[in-house]
């Protein structure tokens, strides 16, 4: 039972468009929400999160939109650049209990075309 | 660098084999969890430790084991090892507090063979 989906494994985006990646989760209990970045060869590396308390947050090109009746959160780039091509993991997790552990979806590749 | 340091990079064994995956978590980080990333199945969670402890288990196989020692690293056992045990494993640290990010190492690539 995947708690976490990012239902597109891959999206192609030209160079200096909006990137818009999807994810939805079932458990209502998740209050916080992150996105990593994973280049090949690489670890995972936090790009940006969210609290429930929220709905929107924004870190430069990166704007992560949160939509609790939904259970959908969207990342987006804007505007795109090659360098963004990577493969982008949606995680979330309980607050309250603090060192829980994070769960992932299972990622989208994003490719921007120069 | 996250300061997440995994050893080894690479690893290639056979079946029936078991390997031991090492990883330092950053300086002063008390939670050391580790992540299997197979072919499309994203990042799964797999064993939590908190200062020495055992503090969450995911879908973590009863071949694998793992623990942290007082100096905090932390090793994954793998035993018995099957063609589908390859995979990305990593490693990742978190500070103590609420909405604490994971740091990830750059993770050990196993191939079953």
């Known amino acids: 039972d995947q708690q976490v989906k990012q239902n597109s494994p891959s999206l192609s985006v030209q160079e200096g468009r909006i990137s818009i990646l999807n994810c939805d989760y079932t458990n209502s209990m998740f209050d916080y929400f992150l996105w990593y970045k994973k280049y090949p060869a690489e670890g995972p590396t936090f790009l940006i999160s969210?609290?429930?308390?929220?709905d929107k947050n924004e870190d430069g090109r990166f704007t992560v939109f949160l939509n609790k009746s939904a259970k959908h959160l969207s990342l987006h780039i804007v505007p795109s650049q090659p360098g963004d091509s990577a493969v982008y993991f949606c995680?979330?997790?309980?607050?309250?209990?603090?060192?829980?552990?994070?769960?992932f979806g299972k990622g989208t590749r994003l490719s921007v075309i120069a | 660098d996250s300061g997440v340091t995994q050893t080894p990079k690479h690893l290639i064994t056979a079946t029936g084999q078991r390997v031991t995956l090492r990883c330092s978590p950053r300086s002063g980080d008390l939670s050391v969890y580790w992540y299997q990333q197979s072919l499309d199945q994203g990042l799964q969670f797999l064993i939590q430790?908190?200062?020495?402890?055992?503090?969450a288990k995911g879908n973590i196989l009863e071949r694998f084991s793992a623990q942290q020692f007082p100096d905090l690293h932390s090793e994954l056992n793998l035993s018995s090892l099957e063609l589908g045990d390859s995979a990305l494993y990593f490693c990742?640290?978190?500070?103590?507090?609420?909405?604490?990010?994971?740091?990830f190492g750059s993770g050990t690539q196993l191939s079953v063979l």
């Open positions: 430790y908190y200062n020495g402890e055992e503090r």
């Open positions: 990742a640290s978190r500070a103590d507090g609420i909405n604490e990010k994971l740091f």
């Open positions: 969210i609290s429930s308390i929220k």
């Open positions: 995680a979330a997790s309980e607050i309250y209990s603090g060192n829980t552990p994070l769960v």
